[in-house]
T-cell receptor, first 115, second 109 residues
Framework: NAGVTQTPKFQVLKTGQSMTLQCAQD?????MSWYRQDPGMGLRLIHY???????DQGEVPNGYNVSRSTTEDFPLRLLSAAPSQTSVYFC??????????????FGPGTRLLVL | RKEVEQDPGPFNVPEGATVAFNCTYS??????FFWYRQDCRKEPKLLMS???SGNEDGRFTAQLNRASQYISLLIRDSKLSDSATYLC??????????FGGGTRVLVKP
């Protein structure tokens, strides 16, 4: 099992450019999510999905778009990059139960710098 | 006020010593609690869940105090390899996870 994979590992963008961060998992997890991690802020939820065709907004969704066409893939799109989106982005997946708090499996992260 | 708060540290710990730190949460409806470990420039990984009765995993002990709304992590006989950032995670219904900012621990020889 590869677990959760993310590409690219690093990216530099200019303000206004768009790009897609890729995330894939091979554990047949229903739940997938995207977080950004900034110094002193903890991980903040951007968007999440509880299954193919179902997505919802997290705490900081503005400027980001997601889709979930398959169980395995959950790409994150930056529509028009801004310097405030400079961050480390983590994708995570887990089983989904109606209760709270399944173990989250994180990808290795994508470091994004927006100039 | 942040939903989940942690002392950012760093906690400088001599090798072999014991270190403990807390995490406070504001949502009284929180249902599940976890400690994740994050090494420098790496992804978070689950260290342990925190149960109401408290639980141990080797040198690590986690406690939950629902009345005062905090969880704690204690590391005994600290190793150099314990140097990391420890993230407190609180979960409410619907898998809504809230992460603390992390507590940095540095174990020194």
């Amino acid at each position: 099992n590869a677990g959760v994979t993310q590409t690219p590992k690093f990216q530099v963008l200019k303000t206004g450019q768009s790009m897609t961060l890729q995330c894939a998992q091979d554990m047949n997890h229903e739940y997938m999510s995207w977080y950004r991690q900034d110094p002193g802020m903890g991980l903040r939820l951007i968007h999440y999905s509880v299954g193919a065709g179902i997505t919802d907004q997290g705490e900081v969704p503005n400027g980001y778009n997601v889709s979930r066409s398959t169980t395995e893939d959950f790409p994150l799109r930056l529509l028009s990059a801004a310097p405030s989106q400079t961050s480390v982005y983590f994708c995570a997946s887990s089983y989904w139960l109606a209760g709270a708090g399944e173990t989250q499996y994180f990808g290795p992260g994508t470091r994004l710098l927006v100039l | 006020r942040k939903e989940v708060e942690q002392d950012p540290g760093p906690f400088n710990v001599p090798e072999g010593a014991t270190v403990a730190f807390n995490c406070t949460y504001s949502n009284s409806a929180s249902q599940s609690f976890f400690w994740y470990r994050q090494d420098c420039r790496k992804e978070p990984k689950l260290l342990m869940s925190v149960y109401s009765s408290g639980n141990e995993d080797g040198r690590f002990t986690a406690q939950l105090n629902r009345a005062s709304q905090y969880i704690s992590l204690l590391i005994r006989d600290s190793k150099l390899s314990d140097s990391a950032t420890y993230l407190c995670v609180v979960a409410a219904a619907g898998n809504k996870l809230t992460f603390g900012g992390g507590t940095r621990v540095l174990v020194k020889p």
